[in-house]
């Protein structure tokens, strides 16, 4: 079958570029191994910003991971959870019928440079295009230590479905993934323990937020290791209660140490998602980041394209629909260039209290010699921050010296939906001027970064 357009996979990237593509004439096939959604709608940013909600109502005397009620709460917070990714699952497929679109359940893998085949469940289809976007996302990266597949040891996919809350878990990487979920079971009253390689935790953020961060999650309780290297994990083994334990060996500061846990999350990462599509055979160049793409997210093959996590530039799902964008520009019209502004991709962590930036952090305009002002305002000045009992965090505005706006860090309650106004203003080419001779509304959480501005 020939169309005008192959996609693989249907998580954010794919099947949002496929509407877009089929609602600008062209006939798509859109080919998915597993679920709709992704990893975003599946196991990811809906399931994780689900618990978060669960969680972040409970008071910090929440009993600590004991007890029937505790369990009961994680049951029904996991349920509410999978109620919300049915129905958004429900809302994509429907999208699948949008006129000029094919939805084909499989495996797909590449013949030749123009041609995909799919082996579904009853039967093997070959699909031909002048044009296909690749979109398989990412899966989980496992540190290659003993015991890193020992039972016990599972990805942020299995934590999302436990039923009984474990008393304690020991989370390996302080990145995004490991840090949410360090947040939300903490909160639902389980110890945590972070152990992470680097000097600090979340270091693609600005270290001042990263360190305040952490700094707020062990006040509630949260145990971290930074500059620690996991080096084992026990297969589990009967301890004193006839419990099954699993311990983490890690060496800190040259000393070698452990921590015994009931669950240990292995959050180190996701590598791109490159099984069964047969990519050397036909010539497309990768790294060990996944597939290598020019500005319009074209590989080394003229007509192929790698949007979202399987390209290693941003692992973001908003990435992927921005990529996606991109590349569908160029398939419609062939003399567009460089439409991707990976710079001002704004991202956010879902802790409590979340974190969220865009643009560079202060050590990267340091390493690369570049003049900036930093302007800060805390959130324990603004009324409203105070009124929510949410006065512990801040706002970081990095600019040039004539104003414009080079970064912006914030730490602190709906730091994910403040830090919009800063990416807006900077994909506009607005100065930190124009923040500050813009009127915010009172009493608001967006006068922080007002404050920030006029400092």
Known sequence: MNTDLIIIGAGPGGYE????????????????????????????????????????????????????????????????????????????????????????????????????????????????????????????????????????????????????????????????IGLEFASIFQALGTQVTVIEFCKEVLPNFDRDLAKRLRTSLKK????????????????????????????????????????????????????????????????IETTPRGIVVDENMQTNVPGIYAIGDVNGLMQLAHAASAQGKVALANILNPSSQGGWEGAIIPAAVFTVPEAAMVGQTEEQLESAGTEYETHKAMYRANGKALAMEAEDGLVKILTDKEGKILGCHILGAHASDLIHEVALAMRLGGTIHDIADTVHAHPSLSEILLAAAEA
């Open 17 to 176: 570029t496929a509407v877009r593509a089929a609602k600008a004439g062209l006939q798509v096939v859109v080919i998915e191994k597993e679920h709709l959604g992704g990893t975003c709608l599946n196991a990811g940013c809906i399931p994780t910003k689900c618990l978060c909600h669960s969680a972040e109502g409970l008071p910090p005397t929440h009993p600590q991971g004991r007890g029937e009620g505790a369990s009961n709460y994680l049951a029904e917070a996991i349920a509410r959870k999978n109620e919300v990714v049915e129905k958004l699952k429900a809302g994509v497929a429907q999208l699948m019928k949008t006129p000029g679109i094919t939805l084909v359940e499989g495996e797909a893998r590449f013949v030749d440079q123009h041609s995909v085949e799919v082996k579904t469940d009853s039967s093997i289809l070959s699909f031909q295009s002048k044009n296909i976007i690749i979109a398989t996302g990412s899966v989980t990266k496992f540190l290659p230590i003993p015991g890193a597949h020992a039972e016990g040891v599972v990805t942020s996919t299995e934590l999302l479905n436990l039923t009984t809350l474990p008393q304690r878990l020991a989370v390996i990487g302080g990145g995004v």
């Open 220 to 283: 509630r309780g949260i145990e971290f290791h930074t500059g620690a290297a996991a080096k084992a994990i026990s297969s589990p083994t009967p301890s004193i209660g006839g419990e099954k334990v699993l311990q983490v060996e890690f060496e800190e500061k040259g000393k070698l140490q452990s921590v015994e846990a009931d669950v240990v999350l292995m959050a180190v990462g996701r590598a791109a998602n490159l099984n069964s599509l047969n990519l050397a055979d036909v010539g």
